[in-house]
């Protein structure tokens, strides 16, 4: 599955993240950074690829996916 991601301020619409079903597009909030960042890409794609799933589901899917990244020294380079 291709994803697109793109970045903007989603303050305004008070969620970090969204993933547009069908479009395979997620969109982040592009004041994340480090591990949050990891955190919210994991949890929209989960939503992407499991769109059955309960959020409380997705949430601890995705932090547990999250905590294993970031001890393996995933990083995200900062643009």
Known sequence: MKVKVTHRKLGQ???HGWAHLGLNHI??????????????????????????WSENKIVKQSRELTKLLWEQNYRRIEN
């Open 13 to 15: 619409d008070r969620v």
């Open 27 to 52: 969109e982040l909030d592009s004041r994340l950074k480090g591990r949050r960042h990891l955190l919210y890409l994991v949890h929209e794609m989960l939503h992407l690829l499991n769109p059955e």
